[in-house]
């Protein structure tokens, strides 16, 4: 026998005059309690125990994730498999809220993974926790004939989401499983052995995965989301056999070793570059008309979720037209844009060992960004009908043709720190080290963002460098540091090296109009209007802090052109110039005036002209022009 009735017998026979006190039956009974997974039938599960039992499934995808992402082969080889699903197991960690109903928890469990649910397979895996949270009956808990039958309802839910469900992927292995849950649950009322007995399903299921897609089988793999399910399913029952709440609720691994090696070569051509998601927000949202309207837009569709929430993914090579396409169905919120093709690169074909990151406020030609594989992590930018991804979904053109029509200024927001996790995972799993250069993080949260992202992630292998400025300036910093990990410098010679360059950066930044820097509060509306009635144009720099200052002023474009040229020939006289950079604000012409002005003054051209990101433009608004230079 086992149980709490048993070892209440077997402790009281122990006492020398046969009695129990009160309180020694709690402490029996707290002891039953503890042990309860290990030597009793489980018959029902509650809504605390299945939150458990799905962090534990969460865990070992976080665990696995590496591996996952070695494994990633279809349906493109963009090597970022495990990093999804580890951020979709993340955000339901983090978001959900345990009830004593088993069906609440669930429904929390499905919303939180939906919200922060990430490629085909996180978005597939959050649609099925979507499916058992519909078909689950409220109750305190549940039996094993109630879950077997929510979990092959559930797996409908997935397939429907997809607009073409390929066989062979974690959609096989889900089914299957589920299929085999329905099946034990007529001959068995334990979840102990019920989940056990249906894990050997799902892993038959895996092995076959191979046989049924030419991609797998030629690279020799499994799929790398129907292995993650599996690692799901792994988790849950490790819980159920051997778990212990206080193991749970220790610190998430955020980084794991590098798992097993897969070496495979894939020459498959990406006729899509972009994966592109996005949440829609709105009102009585019908999935089945989104999914029709927006299967001309590329491959890989799944439109998954409620009727006020949408999760919506995309491969495309149009990820601005798609997004704004969106808007019909309501707010796109929760943009993510991924491209997949330079993710093959980094993964496969990497040049260094040290990758690089910095932010979309670092302007850069896309050339050099593509040449030394340059990861930037984007800005949003905040317009009147809706959110953009600063460089990605929006770009200068765009910017400034729409800011016309805004009736309020836009905004910016920095990156999430879940942003610069999921980047840094994916990177970990790649590279040797990591090298974070961003924007002054006297101007903006992206710095501080991306270092709690890094000492979640590994912050022995991740380092994050305030550049203390922006635009140009950034944009020299990175290329130097760049060039430095192409030199083959070691990752501490490079981290010396650039906190050098922060140093040895200047810009100047000619403002042609007061009221955008107001607008911004960079500036006091009295003194705003002061400058303003007196015609003055302010020339901004940047300080030893990260802080912008007003460095001098003019009364017209010409005379900030004089002073700034004034600035850049004594800083000659002091040291040589490295290179420098004109950046403007859908101002071209007047670039090109300052490019003759400075070849004279400097010896040499400019390194490039090129508009400034939106991010790095809002404070100066339209016709501003910025020279930032390094010293030798």
């Not at 849950?181 to 007529?186: H, P």
């Not at 840094?424 to 974070?436: A, T």
């Not at 020939?569 to 101002?587: E, F, G, L, S, T």
Request: with cysteine; hydrophobic share 40%; charged share 25%.
């Amino acid at each position: 026998m086992s149980g709490g009735v048993t070892s209440f017998f077997i402790h009281a026979r122990q006492k020398r005059d046969g009695s129990i006190s009160t309180r020694d039956s709690i402490k029996i009974y707290r002891i039953d309690l503890y042990m309860w997974g290990k030597n009793m039938p489980i018959k029902r599960i509650s809504g605390k125990r299945i939150y458990y039992a799905f962090l534990s499934g969460a865990r070992e995808i976080i665990r696995q994730q590496d591996h996952l992402n070695k494994l990633n082969v279809f349906p493109v080889p963009d090597s970022d498999t495990g990093t999804n699903l580890a951020s979709t197991m993340r955000s339901m960690i983090e978001g959900t809220v345990i009830s004593k109903c088993v069906k609440d928890t669930m429904k929390s469990i499905a919303n939180s993974a939906l919200t922060g649910s990430r490629g085909n397979s996180g978005i597939i895996l959050s649609q099925f926790f979507y499916g058992l949270s519909a078909e689950l009956k409220k109750g305190v808990s549940i039996d094993t004939s109630a879950f077997g039958e929510a979990a092959l309802k559930a797996v409908s839910y997935s397939y429907k989401a997809i607009s073409h469900p390929v066989e062979g992927t974690i959609i096989t292995v889900m089914r299957e499983w589920a299929e085999c849950v329905n099946r034990l649950k007529e001959k068995t009322d334990d979840f102990d052995v019920l989940l056990p007995e249906s894990l050997k399903a799902a892993r038959e299921s895996l092995i076959n995965t191979t046989r049924k897609l030419k991609s797998l089988e030629s690279a020799g793999v499994v799929d790398a989301g129907a292995k993650g399910f599996v690692s799901f399913i792994e988790g849950i029952v490790n819980f159920i056999l051997h778990g212990r709440l206080r193991e749970l609720k220790s610190e998430l691994p955020e980084s794991v070793k590098p798992g097993e090696t897969v070496f495979y070569d894939t020459h498959e051509n990406f006729n899509y570059r972009y994966c592109t998601e996005a949440l829609i927000e709105g009102k009585d949202i019908d999935k089945d008309e989104l999914l029709k309207d927006i299967k001309g837009f590329g491959d890989s569709v799944i439109v998954a979720g409620t009727d006020s929430n949408v999760r919506v993914h995309v491969h495309t090579n149009t990820p601005a037209q798609l997004l704004f396409h969106l808007k019909r169905h309501g707010r796109a919120l929760q943009q993510k844009v991924d491209d997949m093709e330079k993710q093959n690169v980094l993964s496969k074909k990497a040049k260094q060992k040290i990758a690089l990151v910095t932010d979309s406020t670092c302007d850069l030609p896309r050339e050099l960004l593509d040449f030394y594989q340059i990861s930037i992590v984007p800005l949003t930018i905040i317009m009147q009908d809706g959110e953009y991804l600063d460089g990605i979904t929006i770009n200068p053109e765009s910017y400034y043709k729409m800011l016309d029509e805004q009736a309020k200024y836009p905004n910016s927001s920095q990156p999430s720190e879940i942003s610069f996790r999921n980047l840094y995972s994916f990177l970990c799993s790649h590279f040797d080290s990591v090298i974070s250069i961003h924007l002054s993080g006297g101007m903006s949260g992206t710095l501080n963002a991306a270092r709690l992202a890094a000492e979640k992630v590994n912050p022995g292998k991740i380092t994050v460098i305030d550049s203390r400025c922006l635009t140009g300036a950034l944009g020299l910093i990175v290329l130097r540091a760049a060039q430095a990990i192409d030199d083959g410098k070691t990752h501490e010679e490079v981290v010396k090296l650039t906190e050098e360059y922060v140093e040895s950066t200047k810009i100047y930044v000619g403002v042609n109009s007061i009221k955008f820097l107001v607008m911004r509060g960079r500036l006091s509306p009295w003194k705003g209007f002061f400058a303003n009635l007196l015609g003055i144009r302010p020339i901004v720099s940047i300080d030893g802090e990260g802080k912008a200052f007003a460095l001098g002023k003019s009364f017209s474009s010409k005379g900030t052109l004089k002073k700034i040229t004034s600035y850049i020939k004594d800083a000659k006289r002091k040291k040589p110039i490295w290179k420098y950079v004109i950046m403007h604000a859908n101002n071209p012409k007047m670039a090109e005036i300052y490019k003759k002005a400075l070849t004279k003054t400097v010896g040499a051209e400019p390194a490039f002209i090129m508009d400034a990101a939106p991010s790095a433009s809002l404070n100066t608004g339209a016709q501003a022009v910025a020279v930032a230079f390094m010293y030798e």
